[in-house]
């Protein structure tokens, strides 16, 4: 499987548009911080400490400190009223932000739905709080995966009805404000249009790709968009 990822991948492999602060500083030798910001993709997302573990390869001699402040089950609305004590107080060099994924599910109780314009003014409520306090953080956007109704899962497309354009709203924030963007669901549209049995493998769930998916397809764009 590990290979026919790699292939798969190959294909579809898209050139960021920025470079990330944080691989120039610890080449640099300077001893960065990172918060990692967002739903389950992000607190359980084996992605994770596979970048923790290679950001640490990149210098040796620079002290990584990576901070997972995911939220399972939680969308922007959370992410705004917990910005303070989940990414400001860590005071990070760099924070990774995802949560278009919950954003874009039908919560029962309608108080916790968050409509596409409400997802990008959270986001750039998010956003404008942490320049507003730590001015120099790098701050980077990410897409996720798409979701399916998978068996195992619990309707995972069928509420998100609208997720392509809550990650379509992610990209605009970006734009708009210059921010560098890992656009994960472009990869996960491309190895779903090329073969959407193997997509429903590596999503087995309906939304949560698994420990080995998370490793060999999130991470890798994570890292090439970073050191690019």
Not at 61 to 74: D, E, F, H, P, W
Request: hydrophobic share 40%; with cysteine; glycine share 6%.
């Amino acid at each position: 499987m590990k290979i026919r990822l790699c292939l798969l991948l190959s294909l579809f492999a898209v050139s960021p548009a920025f470079a990330s602060k944080l691989v120039d500083n610890l080449r640099a030798g300077k001893a960065q911080t990172v918060v990692v910001y967002g739903t389950s993709l992000t607190a359980g997302g084996k992605w994770v400490p596979e970048t923790k573990a290679w950001l640490e390869k990149i210098n040796p001699a620079a002290q990584v400190t990576v901070i997972n402040s995911g939220m399972s089950g939680k969308n922007s609305l959370l992410g705004v009223a917990k910005l303070d004590e989940a990414v400001i107080a860590k005071k990070p060099d760099t924070v990774l932000i995802e949560f278009a994924v919950n954003d874009a599910f039908l919560y029962d109780d309608l108080k916790e739905r968050v409509s596409v314009a409400d997802s990008a003014k959270n986001l750039e409520t998010i956003i404008e709080g942490i320049k507003k306090a730590l001015p120099d953080t790098e701050i980077i956007l990410q897409t996720m995966n798409p979701a399916w109704d998978s068996p195992k899962g619990n309707g995972s497309a069928t509420k998100r009805p609208e997720l392509a354009a809550y990650y379509e709203g992610y990209r605009t924030v970006a734009k708009k404000h210059g921010l560098l963007l890992i656009d994960h669901n472009k990869n996960w549209e491309a190895i779903r249009q090329k073969d959407q049995a193997e997509f429903e493998k590596l999503v087995n769930d309906g939304v949560h790709p698994t420990a080995e998916a998370s490793i060999q397809v999130t991470f890798p764009e994570v890292k090439k968009v970073l050191e690019k």
